[in-house]
């Protein structure tokens, strides 16, 4: 069976932020499909992974009420390294994600940013 998520290390948690790594399996099932000569991540998984770890690390009855901004800027690859942080601002329900490439020489690469609105 394919797996869902990546291989994840959580780094920093509080109350309304939290750094989760992430590496990138050549195995997910995001990638059947998407494409046969160079596998991408679909910024859908970039989501869903949001979603799911807004649920797991601040409130697991948080559901997405609309998507305000998201950016795409740079393509997933598998074997790629990414730091995903979450900041959760409870009093007006939005988050914010941001997905960095981990890169030598601590170098900032952005893979993808956004903000969300969440309910209950």
Same mark, same amino acid.
């Given at each position: 069976?394919?797996?869902?998520? +990546?291989?994840?290390?959580?780094?920093?948690?509080?109350?309304? *932020? +939290?750094?989760?790594?992430?590496?990138?399996?050549?195995?997910?099932?995001?990638?059947?499909?998407?494409?046969?000569?160079? @596998?991408?991540? @679909?910024? #859908? +998984?970039?989501?869903?992974? #949001?979603?799911?770890?807004?649920?797991?690390?601040? =409130? =697991?009855?948080?559901?997405?009420?609309?998507? =305000?901004?998201?950016?795409?800027?740079?393509?997933?690859?598998?074997? =790629? &390294?990414?730091?995903?942080?979450?900041?959760?601002?409870?009093?007006?329900?939005?988050?914010?994600?941001?997905?960095?490439?981990?890169? @030598?020489?601590? &170098?900032?690469? #952005? +893979? *993808?940013?956004?903000?969300?609105?969440?309910?209950?």
């Amino acid at each position: 069976m394919k797996k869902k998520f +990546a291989k994840e290390k959580t780094i920093n948690i509080s109350n309304n *932020s +939290a750094n989760i790594e992430l590496t990138i399996s050549p195995d997910l099932f995001w990638f059947e499909g998407h494409f046969k000569s160079q @596998p991408l991540l @679909p910024g #859908v +998984a970039q989501l869903n992974w #949001v979603i799911y770890y807004t649920q797991k690390y601040f =409130d =697991d009855s948080l559901c997405l009420l609309s998507v =305000d901004v998201i950016k795409f800027q740079c393509p997933v690859i598998p074997e =790629d &390294r990414l730091m995903l942080h979450l900041t959760w601002h409870e009093k007006i329900k939005k988050l914010e994600f941001i997905y960095t490439f981990i890169l @030598p020489n601590n &170098r900032n690469k #952005v +893979a *993808s940013t956004g903000t969300l609105t969440l309910c209950h």
